[in-house]
């Protein structure tokens, strides 16, 4: 299987990228996250991209998710709205832990608030369904329908049964 090699290959299966947390409010736009591949106080900027971005951009497939590597002294996660604001996070020392609690808190949204969505998402009922279990158990109870044969014969000439005589 191709897409089991490299490193850590679990980070690209899809239970590994529903088990993220982070889903961002809808008003973000563009996430920045800016490390330095060497240094210990970027270490948990570093352990976060690689294992929990992957999970960011699953669940926020609107927001463009952009890594900036070894542009800046100090790691940082920028957060830009769609009016044009901006949020500021310092991730600086910070374990890869402490970076997704804090961004739980400060840009993404409350667990009531993702189930309440998720609710609203699920399926409805397709009103065009018809049989056991449905909203109409019969086609004869949509109006401009025929009625039902039990109740109301069918014409012959809608019949397959006297179409084929007719045409022997």
């Not at 961002?24 to 570093?46: E, P, S």
Request: net charge positive; glycine share 6%.
């Amino acid at each position: 299987m191709p897409f089991m090699k490299g490193r850590e290959p679990i980070r690209r299966t899809i239970n590994y990228l529903n088990a993220g947390k982070l889903v961002l409010r809808d008003k973000i736009k563009i996430f920045t996250l800016n490390y330095n591949t060497h240094g210990d106080h970027h270490t948990g900027a570093k352990e976060y991209v690689f294992w929990n971005l992957p999970q960011v951009q699953y669940k926020n497939p609107e927001v463009q998710v952009v890594t900036f590597k070894n542009m800046t002294p100090s790691p940082f996660i920028r957060c830009y709205y769609e009016d044009g604001k901006e949020i500021l996070i310092d991730v600086d020392s910070k374990t890869r832990d402490e970076i997704e609690k804090h961004l739980l808190k400060v840009v993404g949204k409350s667990l009531e608030q993702q189930a309440t969505e998720a609710r609203l998402a699920e399926k409805k009922d397709n009103p065009a369904n018809i049989g056991v279990g449905c909203e109409k158990s019969c086609i004869c109870e949509i109006p401009g329908q025929i009625p039902c044969p039990s109740v109301v014969p069918v014409p012959k000439h809608m019949r397959g049964k006297y179409r084929h005589q007719q045409s022997n």
